[in-house]
């Protein structure tokens, strides 16, 4: 008979085991229940109870698919269950063990997400390959998904400007310890001067990209005057044709210095892009360009693309905390086997040969596969299979 690899009961130990080392005085029924309900949902790429529970089939789970649907349920709505301590410690466990930071530098997207019209969520991505991996985040309820909506009728914690100071220490404070340049990256919501001041205050940089008609000023020297005076971010014109720089402008009553760069006119793009920074000005625009694929990617992959998060019934906040959490160390771990299978390609081509990259027309290597897309590619084909490759369990993340 032939033998089957990467059995649930195999992954699932492995993963406990992590965990245990991570939390330390993490439940015996959290070390035992959390595994499982992670590979539940990445066999199933869904976040409902149900599908979750009809693809864990191990006797050291149960072997009754209506008693795992209880066990899962139970498990969500556990008041004594703090998921983001969890996240927050394996997460910590995970930067720590990174052994080499390429370029010496991190990128960080920060940006909010909404899940129908139940619940948003403030996340924070870290940059590996193609796609961002979830390093930090919270969730709230909300009854709208329309920022000047929430902005006018309930004041959201995690879209108040003292949390979102608060969370950014907390991401640099969980990064520093690999010594490197951490460049945060977010999207026009997000341009606030003193926003920008705290963090160049840390010790970081930033990529901010402003709005055309921001009621922001800044100092400017106008030849036919003679002298500096104040104008606004729409009388920097865009070039149909090139890029446009400028350095050390002073902005706002807070005369913070930035640089401001103003992209080309792109088709399809109401305004060209405004973007403000403390990096060089010829950098920053490419630097931005890697938010979309840093938290978009990855909320694409929680959401349409993955595990189809709006397709959750839940309407409790901390059930849909806990599913949400699980979500993302099951996007973590997909992402970092994901990384570790290209690093190792060559070596490991003979048993498993998933094709991620292709050449386009210039013979240029391009990415055909996120590497969330990747991961569950991996994971569908080895696990549970005759296929001799083993999935890590480690948490090793390779950048």
């Not at 913070?256 to 103003?262: A, D, E, P, R, V």
């Not at 189809?308 to 086997?337: M, P, Q, R, V």
């Not at 994901?338 to 027309?361: G, L, Q, T």
């Amino acid at each position: 008979m032939s033998k089957l690899y990467n059995s649930i009961d195999k992954v699932a130990s492995e993963m406990s085991d992590f965990f245990k080392e991570c939390v330390p005085n993490i439940s015996k029924n959290t070390l035992k229940t959390l595994p499982y309900i992670i590979l539940g949902m990445v066999n199933s790429e869904s976040v409902v109870t149900s599908d979750i529970a009809s693809s864990i089939n191990s006797n050291n789970f149960s072997n009754n698919t209506d008693s795992i649907q209880k066990r899962i349920w139970r498990f969500m709505n556990n008041e004594k269950i703090d998921i983001y301590k969890i996240f927050n410690s394996i997460i910590r466990k995970v930067i720590l063990n990174i052994s080499n930071v390429k370029h010496n530098k991190l990128v960080v997207t920060l940006d909010h997400m909404f899940t129908k019209n139940n619940f948003v969520t403030l996340m924070f991505t870290l940059k590996i390959d193609n796609q961002g991996i979830p390093i930090w985040f919270s969730t709230e309820r909300t009854l709208s998904n329309c920022h000047q909506e929430i902005q006018k009728h309930s004041r959201k914690r995690v879209f108040s400007e003292d949390f979102i100071f608060k969370a950014v220490n907390e991401v640099i404070d969980l990064l520093s310890p690999l010594n490197s340049k951490i460049i945060f990256l977010a999207d026009r919501w997000f341009f606030n001067l003193k926003l920008l001041e705290h963090i160049q205050g840390k010790g970081a940089y930033y990529c901010f990209r402003a709005k055309e008609n921001s009621n922001v000023k800044f100092l400017l020297y106008d030849k036919k005057e003679k002298h500096e005076v104040y104008r606004n971010l729409s009388y920097l014109h865009s070039n149909k044709h090139h890029s446009k720089y400028y350095r050390d402008l002073e902005l706002g009553d807070l005369k913070l210095k930035c640089n401001i760069s103003i992209s080309r006119t792109i088709k399809n793009e109401e305004e060209p892009r405004y973007i403000v920074s403390n990096i060089e000005p010829n950098q920053s625009i490419n630097e931005y360009k890697h938010r979309f694929g840093s938290i978009e990617m990855f909320f694409k992959s929680q959401k349409t693309n993955g595990f189809y998060l709006e397709s959750t019934k839940t309407k409790n906040l901390h059930a849909f905390e806990t599913l949400y959490g699980i979500a993302c160390i099951a996007s973590l771990w997909l992402n970092i086997i994901a990384a570790d299978y290209i690093k190792n390609h060559n070596h490991v081509k003979n048993k498993i040969n998933i094709r991620y990259n292709k050449k386009n027309s210039k013979g240029k290597l391009i990415r055909i596969l996120s590497t969330f897309k990747l991961g569950l590619k991996l994971f569908s084909r080895v696990f549970k299979s005759q296929i001799n490759y083993k999935l890590k369990c480690s948490f090793k993340l390779y950048l």
